[in-house]
């Protein structure tokens, strides 16, 4: 008898599902976890299929919309961002990983030196940061940079000049795709420092007067 007769293929099968679904748990980057993670269920429902077991088959049934959901989610996500951090800087993308929050004329979000947490995609309205005096409207980002700061702390006070509505998407979340995604933590991190230079851009530059003030003393 040769060696391929003693081989038990439904057996093969499941071993070959079992290891998959140990792989796929060990992985750390999503994308490839969630591409394994479907082939391990195909995988299983084969050898659920093989040994007749409804319930083998269902729970991964089950589990394969769900990967597959997220898998679309993250390369979504990868492919707006390479696509914002390209010269697109919407930020439309970033949505459901946000709560919207409404803002009346006059109020303060956040004050500067104090710990930042979280921050604000605009979608109307129009908020100043007091300092250097740079105005944000819709489509904007703003308190991005406290992820980076020493501390992670404002680097600026921020305050709405007429009501509006910002999407706040907590560092948490930022965090959690950065660290899941390297695709993605590259892209937001491209992106930010273009909204870096952008804010530098904007800051006011010495007048003349200033300048001259030095001589005149």
Same mark, same amino acid.
């Given at each position: 008898?040769?060696?391929?007769?003693?081989?038990?293929?439904?057996?093969?099968?499941?071993?070959?599902?079992?290891?998959?679904?140990?792989?796929?748990?060990?992985?750390?980057?999503? @994308?490839?976890?969630?591409?394994?993670?479907?082939?391990?269920?195909?995988?299983?429902?084969?050898?659920?299929?093989?040994?007749?077991?409804?319930?083998?088959?269902?729970?991964?049934?089950?589990?394969?919309?769900?990967?597959?959901?997220?898998?679309?989610?993250?390369?979504?996500?990868?492919?707006?961002?390479?696509?914002?951090?390209?010269?697109?800087?919407?930020?439309?993308?970033?949505?459901?990983? +946000?709560?919207?929050?409404?803002? *009346?004329?006059?109020?303060?979000?956040?004050?500067?030196?104090?710990?930042?947490?979280?921050?604000?995609?605009?979608?109307?309205?129009?908020?100043?940061?007091?300092?250097?005096?740079?105005?944000?409207?819709?489509?904007? @980002?703003?308190?991005?940079?406290?992820?980076?700061?020493?501390?992670?702390?404002?680097?600026?006070?921020?305050?709405?000049?007429?009501?509006?509505?910002?999407?706040?998407?907590?560092?948490?979340? *930022?965090?959690?795709?950065?660290?899941?995604?390297?695709?993605?933590?590259?892209?937001?991190?491209?992106?930010?420092?273009?909204?870096?230079?952008?804010?530098?851009?904007?800051?006011?530059?010495?007048? +003349? +007067?200033?300048?001259?003030?030095?001589?005149?003393?």
């Amino acid at each position: 008898m040769s060696w391929l007769e003693g081989i038990n293929w439904v057996e093969a099968i499941g071993y070959l599902g079992t290891a998959l679904t140990i792989t796929s748990s060990a992985m750390s980057t999503m @994308i490839p976890l969630r591409i394994v993670a479907l082939v391990s269920s195909v995988v299983v429902i084969t050898y659920g299929a093989c040994i007749g077991s409804i319930p083998v088959m269902l729970t991964e049934a089950i589990q394969i919309p769900f990967n597959a959901v997220r898998l679309w989610q993250m390369l979504r996500l990868v492919r707006e961002t390479e696509k914002a951090a390209s010269g697109d800087l919407s930020l439309d993308w970033l949505k459901p990983f +946000g709560t919207m929050t409404r803002f *009346v004329s006059g109020q303060t979000i956040f004050i500067k030196g104090e710990p930042a947490s979280d921050m604000y995609y605009v979608q109307s309205g129009r908020f100043r940061i007091l300092e250097p005096g740079i105005e944000i409207g819709a489509g904007a @980002i703003v308190g991005e940079l406290g992820l980076l700061s020493p501390g992670n702390v404002r680097t600026g006070s921020l305050v709405c000049v007429e009501p509006g509505t910002a999407l706040r998407i907590p560092y948490s979340d *930022v965090k959690q795709l950065y660290y899941q995604n390297p695709e993605f933590g590259f892209y937001f991190l491209k992106l930010t420092s273009e909204r870096l230079f952008q804010s530098a851009g904007h800051a006011p530059k010495p007048q +003349g +007067g200033l300048q001259a003030q030095p001589d005149a003393i």
